[in-house]
């Protein structure tokens, strides 16, 4: 049992305050996850040319300027970062992979948890007001953004094992359910050039869908190829860097709830959580369809 929440601002406005209203959205999905939580933030978007990387070790004392320092010298590139408790989010006028490839060389104790033009990842172990008051997650800014409250049943407690996942440019899924068929998926991903760093079934989901938005299909096609593919019950909410897409299972194991405003649209595993925004009890709302794809995008 997991929380999901999301939140899709519609109106540019409300962007300096999309923090400020999704944490008291995580807060309330606590008792469907105290084990840890996460949010997957897209904002800042990195110039052309550059990527975004969210690096992570659990010093908080680590010291990222060094790395930021040799990383430029080794490709004579710009490079710029930020530090956010346990996480360091860092831009550099370079490709992600030559960047992934000195990391793993030089830096293995660093974990890379997302990597694009605009997505932060924040992730940690603890309650949800612990973790959102470590990051100061009310103070971020941005377009859109989901969040996980973990209650862990088939992996770890860690800060890896915590949701959101990425594994793909600016891709994010965060899981409430279980997948079957996860660990001959994880073997046949990992055949085609797809990277994990845990056993959660969950990072799995993400890893199919990188794959197949790698081969040309949309973020549609890939969810609709991932409710013939991926054995289980779920709800998922992924996040790309234009907006965010939700799909239940077609038998509807898990609940959700969405909600959609002239300003906004959002999405909880319990209503209870869209009830703290801004104009809620005005709000259309529904539950999802199971095996219905429902995305929304900004132009």
Known sequence: MCGIVGLFLKNKALQPDLGRHLVPMLIEMTDRGPDSAGVAVYRNGAPAGWVKVTLFHPDEDYPWAGLERDLAAHLGA???GVPRATHYVLIADAADEAMRRWLRQHHPEVRIMSAGNSIEIYKEKGLPREVAERFKL??????H???HTRMATESAVTTEHSHP???GLDLCLVHN???SNHNRMRRELRNKGIEFQTDNDSEVAAGYLTLRL???ASLKEALTDAIRDLNGFYTFAVGTRAGFAVLRDPIACKHAVLAETDDWVAMATEYRAIATLPGADQAEIWEP???RIYTWEHN
Do not use: K, Q
């Not at 009310?138 to 377009?143: L, Q, R, T």
């Open 78 to 80: 710009e490079v710029r």
């Open 138 to 143: 009310a103070e971020i800014s941005g377009s």
């Open 145 to 147: 953004a989901i969040g």
């Open 165 to 167: 996942f990425s594994t």
């Open 177 to 179: 359910g279980s997948l």
């Open 214 to 216: 790698r081969e040309g």
């Open 289 to 291: 369809v199971p095996g």
